[in-house]
């Protein structure tokens, strides 16, 4: 099966680049190369109505959010959105044409979490963070125009873990959606 041009594409030009292969590089390499990819891909993103960053405060400290809309609606779904990376790299920067994809395709809101690395932030740090942005999605999210009945997590390898962890501790505890009536929740 031939692949994409694209990913063709890809592949060749990490393969020019010369960089040794992910395994074999120390965190802070490896880093460095996931976001020289990242801005390399940037020269053809996709559009979208609105992008913009969002600070806010986490357990753990600052978190940097970045959300996406696909138009001008009020009363958008919403998508909290885990980048991949083992935990150990990634970004917002390496996810976002992945994110304007889903916001544009599905028709939603995208919050692109920044959560905290290991090995400088071992775990639990990343599910906090995963948990807090989610959290403040769903008491916040409202006065972006998201509709406050219809969020979900989600994220790509490591940030599908993220997705699962948050979803399990908010069904646990039920606290992520303090300011949504029981009758607008799924029944257990």
């Not at 395994?23 to 913009?52: C, G, H, I, S």
């Not at 997590?153 to 993220?162: C, F, K, M, Q, R």
Request: glycine share 8%.
């Amino acid at each position: 099966m031939a692949l994409k041009p694209a990913v063709k594409a890809l592949l060749e030009t990490m393969k020019a680049s010369g960089a040794k292969p992910i395994y074999e590089q120390d965190v802070l390499e490896a880093r460095a190369q996931r976001e020289e990819v990242a801005r390399q891909m940037k020269t053809d993103l996709r559009p979208v109505y609105e992008v913009r960053e969002i600070y806010i405060a986490g357990k753990g400290g600052p978190l940097t959010l970045r959300m996406y809309r696909p138009n001008r609606d009020e009363r958008l779904p919403v998508l909290v959105y885990f980048h991949g990376g083992g935990f150990v790299v990634g970004s917002v920067e390496t996810v976002d044409d992945t994110c304007r994809a889903l916001a544009n395709y599905a028709q939603i809101a995208v919050v692109s979490v920044d959560y905290r690395l290991a090995p400088e932030h071992p775990y639990p740090a990343a599910i906090d963070d995963a948990y807090d942005a989610t959290r403040w999605v769903a008491q916040n999210g409202h006065k972006l125009g998201f509709d406050p009945a219809r969020i979900a997590v989600g994220g790509d390898s490591a940030g599908g873990n993220l997705a699962a962890a948050t979803a399990i501790r908010a069904a646990q505890s039920r606290g992520v959606f303090d300011w949504i009536s029981d009758a607008d929740l799924p029944d257990d």
